[in-house]
């Protein structure tokens, strides 16, 4: 399997042939230990398929670019081979930074940025023998905490898969499990981690 290296920025045509072409528009997908960042107002980013991973989703308001990983595991030591270098998405301690970091050659702000989480289920791990879920949020939040990163919206846990769906234009999040129909999660400051403003 050929693993995506780069969270791959979107841009638009934005010429006066481009509204004919956005109306039709398919999302952007986000595969699994992969990354997508655009700045174009009539993008959707969406990733299917969280069980045990995590999709990290942020949005600036000001500068309309929002950006989504799914990654798979907590840190990327356990790449034996390249530490992680092959596939730095695969990876909360690796991908989480350059999610961030292509969001802001875009221009978005940290000060700005509104993050909002999903997934980290028990699918397959009913007894909690390997606890990937509760480990790649546990490894998440300490990255963001480090980083001064607020967490303004979360879904986690339970033990069904997610799909999450991100509107650029307008930030709004939705998540959809396979029992429930879609809803939204909402931005909300009462979910702050620590560190640094």
């Not at 999302?27 to 960042?37: A, E, M, S």
């Not at 690796?94 to 875009?106: C, K, S, V």
């Not at 307008?170 to 879609?182: A, K, M, S, V």
Request: net charge positive; aromatic share 6%; glycine share 12%.
């Amino acid at each position: 399997m050929i693993w995506n290296t780069s969270c791959r920025p979107f841009t638009e045509d934005r010429s006066e042939a481009a509204p004919a072409r956005q109306a039709a528009q398919r999302p952007l997908v986000v595969g699994v230990g992969d990354c997508r960042v655009s700045a174009d107002p009539d993008a959707e980013i969406v990733t299917y398929a969280l069980g045990s991973c995590i999709a990290v989703a942020i949005w600036d308001p000001v500068a309309k670019v929002g950006g989504l990983l799914h990654f798979m595991l907590p840190e990327s030591s356990v790449d034996r081979l390249s530490g992680g270098r092959d596939n730095p998405y695969r990876y909360a301690d690796t991908g989480t930074p350059l999610l961030f970091r292509t969001a802001y050659q875009q221009g978005a702000e940290k000060r700005r940025l509104v993050v909002r989480l999903a997934g980290g289920a028990a699918v397959v791990d009913d007894d909690g023998v390997f606890n990937i879920g509760k480990r790649n949020y546990a490894a998440l939040r300490k990255i963001l905490w480090k980083a001064g990163v607020m967490v303004h919206g979360e879904d986690i846990g339970g033990s069904n898969s997610r799909t999450v769906r991100l509107d650029v234009g307008t930030g709004r999040l939705f998540i959809r499990g396979p029992r429930e129909g879609e809803k939204e999660l909402s931005a909300h400051a009462g979910c702050a981690a620590g560190g640094r403003p």
